[in-house]
């Protein structure tokens, strides 16, 4: 008899307690679930039920890491501000050779250049 006293509390208390869980479990879910850096399965299900909001929160936080690479921004910005400038004009390989004749030709004789009808350009980007 003294054991079925003992015992009808303790069974009191396990069913008490299993209630109470099932509320926490009932209450605290729909709070755990708004998280998306963990998933709600067990890792020795996620094989068989993937959860779809953590793969896609994995899959947001991989494409960021992959592509806010510092440097690569940065070529990119210099990419496209060197592309909206003006390009300088190209010179022939031709052009290129008389204007250095043209500069050592007038090296050795300083005196020709006043006889000349243009003024030669001290950067060669200007041009003639």
């Known amino acids: 008899m003294f054991e079925l006293i003992k015992l009808f509390p303790a069974m009191l208390t396990g069913v008490i307690i299993t209630f109470l869980r ?8 729909p709070v755990m679930m708004l998280r998306v ?31 806010n690479n510092p440097i690569a921004l940065t070529f990119s910005e210099l990419l496209k ?6 390009q300088p004009k190209l010179i022939s390989k031709k052009i290129l050779i008389n204007r250095l004749y043209l500069c050592l030709f007038l090296s050795r004789h300083p005196y ?5 009808n243009r003024e030669l350009p001290s950067n060669p980007e200007q041009g003639q």
Request: glycine residues 2%; hydrophobic residues 40%.
């Open 22 to 29: 099932l509320i926490i479990v009932i209450i605290a879910s």
């Open 37 to 67: 850096e963990k998933t709600m399965n067990p890792e020795w299900l996620s094989w068989l039920l993937p959860d779809k909001r953590y793969l896609t929160y994995k899959s947001v936080v991989g494409i960021y890491h992959v592509y």
């Open 81 to 86: 501000l060197s592309l909206k400038r003006p």
């Open 112 to 116: 020709l250049k006043k006889y000349r």
